[in-house]
């Protein structure tokens, strides 16, 4: 089993719509939480942190659930710019490495 | 800009060949790593430096792949004798001690 898994998509919506994207994660230690955004043979971006408060960044809302191990990413009115890979991202517990543990990412593909 | 710059961009090379990659992050990361991502996959850690200790390195990182960061500022990534499956985008990822990290725009390596 993968320690980060994701929906690897794609998800064809249309400018607008909402979408949602679910990550669940393996290590209940796991002590940091992301989101990434990866353009076509780019590097992967920073979209915003993820708290187990939630929080909301413009039009993005992330939110953690740590009893269920469960991380979203919800994405209103979207824009065609909006295209691209999510990466869940989750930093593991333990040591100072801070290392990052990826998902496999989500494709979302905006149709005009 | 993440501050974060890795040369080459891309590199061809035949297989058992030696190649060696550069990654220069900014003077106030003082966290370094490398990541390896191919097609269709997350970014997957291969080690860690702190300053110029290397703290943490991945089953991945075969006897193959060395790594070093003399002197605390940029990083080299070796890889000996390359296999066709070392073919990926090898990524270099930098913070100053929190756990965001960026990273470059990572160096797209094909072995032939």
């Known amino acids: 089993r993968k320690e980060v898994e994701q929906d690897p998509g794609p998800f064809n919506v249309p400018e607008g719509a909402t979408v949602a994207f679910n990550c669940t994660y393996s290590n209940s230690a796991s002590q940091s939480f992301f989101w990434y955004r990866q353009d076509c043979r780019k590097e992967p971006k920073l979209l915003m942190s993820v708290y187990s408060s939630g929080n909301e960044d413009g039009r993005f809302t992330a939110q953690l659930n740590r009893a269920s191990q469960y991380i979203s990413l919800l994405i209103r009115d979207s824009k065609l710019s909006d295209s691209a890979t999510y990466l869940c991202?989750?930093?593991?517990?333990?040591?100072?490495?801070?290392?990052?543990?990826f998902g496999t990412g989500t494709l979302l593909a905006v149709q005009p | 800009d993440t501050g974060v710059s890795q040369n080459p961009r891309h590199k061809i090379t035949k297989r058992g060949q030696n190649v060696t990659f550069r990654c220069d992050p900014i003077s106030e990361h003082n966290r370094l790593y490398w990541y390896r991502q191919t097609l269709g996959q997350g970014p997957e850690f291969l080690t860690y430096f702190q300053n110029e200790a290397q703290l943490e390195k991945s089953r991945l990182l075969s006897d193959r792949f060395s790594a070093e960061r003399p002197k605390g500022s940029f990083s080299t990534l070796e890889i000996q004798r390359t296999e066709q499956g070392d073919s990926a985008m090898y990524l270099c990822?930098?913070?100053?001690?929190?756990?965001?990290?960026?990273f470059g725009p990572g160096t797209r390596l094909t072995v032939t």
């Open positions: 990822g930098a913070s100053g001690g929190n756990t965001e990290q960026y």
């Open positions: 991202v989750v930093s593991p517990m333990g040591g100072a490495t801070n290392k990052l543990i």
